[in-house]
């Protein structure tokens, strides 16, 4: 049981990274990878302001243009960037890829074109952050190693 917050105040902390393969970019690219890492938390709650805003937001300009003709709601919404054709968890995975690629660093409209291109190599990323995130920050003292491997005596 942790009974003193000493070690962790003084403890010093790095995101995890990984290395990701897009295979949709190996015609462009002699080395179609791309550097991620874990969200922090801040991170994590603003992907997820980001699927509250565009529910949010589109349910408000219906409401206001509820008395104006249909086509004219539709450019409403598409002139303030929200349309009902962008789902909730594809706001969350752009995202997720915009705050989570290190080297190269994704733009929210790389992380769109990505998506429209290859949703497969899209979700690759989309994954890896995530698993990277739910695994957290990795302290500077902690070895991921499990140390040199014993040989077993022969019977």
């Known amino acids: 049981m942790i009974d003193d917050l000493t070690k962790f105040r003084e403890s010093q902390w790095e ?3 990984a290395s990701v393969v897009l295979p949709a970019l190996s015609g ?7 550097e991620v890492q874990n969200l922090s938390g801040n991170e994590v709650y603003r992907a997820e302001s980001r699927v509250l805003r565009n529910s949010s937001v589109a349910d408000l300009v219906v409401k206001i243009a509820s ?3 249909s086509q004219k709601t539709e450019a409403i919404m598409e002139a ?7 789902p909730d968890a594809l706001v969350k995975a752009i995202a997720y890829v915009e705050f989570g690629t290190i080297k190269p660093k994704f733009s929210q409209e790389d992380a769109v074109k990505l998506a429209d291109i290859s949703i497969t190599s899209f979700m690759m990323l989309f994954r890896k952050i995530d698993e990277l ?3 957290g920050s990795v302290s500077l003292g902690e070895s991921t190693a499990s140390g040199p491997i014993k040989e077993s ?3």
């Open 153 to 155: 005596a022969t019977p």
């Open 80 to 86: 303030l960037g929200f349309s009902d054709n962008v």
């Open 15 to 17: 995101r995890r990274t």
């Open 67 to 69: 008395g104006l003709k």
């Open 28 to 34: 462009i690219y002699s080395d179609p990878s791309v």
């Open 133 to 135: 995130t739910g695994a």
